[in-house]
C-alpha cells in the first residue's frame, strides 16, 4: 500500500491542536486525542444552541456578525434600551443603553459602529441612535416615525421601509435613506406596504421580505437598486414578525408568525428562496438577527413568553474539521 507521502508528497502535519481555519483536503494528525483528521465543508446547513441573552425580550434590534454582534432595545415586561454584545460564545450587557427605550426597531451596522431607528416607546418613534462601540448618541430622527420596519446596511449609509403608523394599524411603503447625518425619503416606495418586514443587504442593493399586509401574511420579496423596488421571487413561507441576514444575493430568513410560531430558514441566492431541512431549535417570532448567509445568529424572541435564546447558523459549504477513521 503506497505511504501517504509517495500519493501527495508530503508528511502528514503532527500537532497538538486542530488548526483553526483547515483548508479544504487538509489531512493532520492531533498528537492530543491521537486521531488523524482533515478539512472538509459542511453539506447542509444547520443551527447550534448559544449561550442565551443576559435579558430575555422580543422585537429586538441586532447588528454585526456571528462573533462580534450587538443587541438593543426590544420589550420583556416594558420597553428596554438595554445593549448586549456577543463575541461568538457569551453576551456581555453594556451599562450604556439606548437613550429611547423601545421595541420594533430596525438596525444596521456592526458591533462598533451600530444604528438604530424607529420603534414603539408606546407610541411610534423616528428616533436614530449610533452606537460607536461603548455608548449611544442620538442624531437626527427618521422622516416617518413608525414601528414593525425593515432596516438594512451601515452607521453611515443606511435604510429604512415598511412598517407600522398609528392609530390605527397602517401599513407603510415608504423608504428612507440616512447618509450618516440625516433622513432622506426615497422616490422609491415598496411595491407592497406592510409591516412587521425583514431586510438583508445594504443601502444600494436591498433585498425586503415578509410581512403583514391587511389580506394576510405576506412571502413576497423585494430587491432595492438605490431608487426602486423590483418584486421578485417570494418565500416559500408567508410570515411577518421574521428576522434576516445577509445580503441581497445570499440572504438568510429565520423565525416569525405564519400565524403559528415557525423556525423555519430560507436562504436566497438572488434568484430564489430555498428551504432548509434545519429549523430553529426553538421556533420563535420577532427575534433579533445578524451575520450572513453562512454565519448568522438569532437571538431574543417570542415563544411565549420572550426568551433569551441564542442560535448559530453554519450554512452549508462552511469550513468543518472531520475524524478520519478506517472503513
Do not use: H
Not at 427605550?101 to 416607546?121: D, K, P
Not at 398609528?166 to 415598496?190: K, V
Not at 430568513?253 to 426553538?282: M, Q, V
Amino acid at each position: 500500500m503506497a505511504d501517504y507521502i509517495n500519493i501527495y508528497g508530503q508528511d502528514i502535519l503532527a500537532v497538538a491542536s486542530d488548526p483553526a481555519n483547515p483548508t479544504l483536503g487538509q489531512i493532520w494528525y492531533n498528537t492530543t486525542s491521537n486521531t488523524l483528521k482533515g478539512g472538509g465543508v459542511t453539506t447542509a446547513g444547520s443551527w447550534a444552541t448559544g449561550n442565551n441573552l443576559n435579558t430575555a425580550r422580543r422585537a429586538v434590534g441586532g447588528a454585526g456578525t456571528q462573533t462580534e454582534a450587538l443587541a438593543f432595545g426590544g420589550f420583556d415586561t416594558a420597553n428596554t434600551g438595554a445593549t448586549e454584545e456577543y463575541d461568538g460564545t457569551n453576551w456581555t450587557n453594556n451599562p450604556t443603553g439606548l437613550n429611547t427605550a423601545r421595541r420594533e426597531l430596525a438596525s444596521a451596522g456592526t458591533q462598533t459602529a451600530g444604528l438604530a431607528f424607529g420603534g414603539n416607546t408606546t407610541v411610534n418613534t423616528g428616533a436614530t441612535e449610533e452606537y460607536n462601540g461603548s455608548t449611544w448618541t442620538s442624531v437626527n430622527s427618521m422622516i416617518t416615525a413608525r414601528n414593525g420596519l425593515g432596516g438594512c446596511g451601515t452607521q453611515a449609509s443606511a435604510l429604512a421601509f415598511g412598517g407600522y403608523t398609528s392609530p390605527p394599524f397602517t401599513r407603510r411603503n415608504e423608504t428612507e435613506e440616512y447618509d450618516g447625518t440625516s433622513w432622506a425619503t426615497s422616490p422609491g416606495s415598496l411595491n407592497t406596504a406592510r409591516g412587521e418586514i425583514a431586510g438583508a443587504g445594504i443601502q444600494t442593493a436591498a433585498l425586503a421580505f415578509g410581512g403583514d399586509t391587511p389580506i394576510a401574511n405576506s412571502a413576497e420579496t423585494e430587491e432595492y437598486n438605490g431608487s426602486a423596488w423590483t418584486s421578485v421571487n417570494s418565500m416559500n413561507t408567508a410570515r411577518r414578525a421574521l428576522a434576516g441576514a445577509g445580503t441581497q444575493t445570499a440572504a438568510l430568513t429565520f423565525g416569525g408568525l405564519t400565524p403559528a410560531l415557525t423556525g423555519a430558514t430560507e436562504e436566497y441566492d438572488g434568484n430564489s428562496w430555498t428551504t432548509s431541512p434545519a429549523s430553529l431549535n426553538t421556533a420563535r417570532n420577532s427575534p433579533g438577527g445578524a451575520g450572513t448567509q453562512a454565519s448568522a445568529l438569532a437571538f431574543g424572541g417570542n415563544v411565549p413568553p420572550v426568551t433569551a435564546a441564542t442560535e448559530e447558523w453554519t450554512g452549508a459549504g462552511s469550513p468543518l474539521t472531520v475524524t478520519i477513521t478506517a472503513s
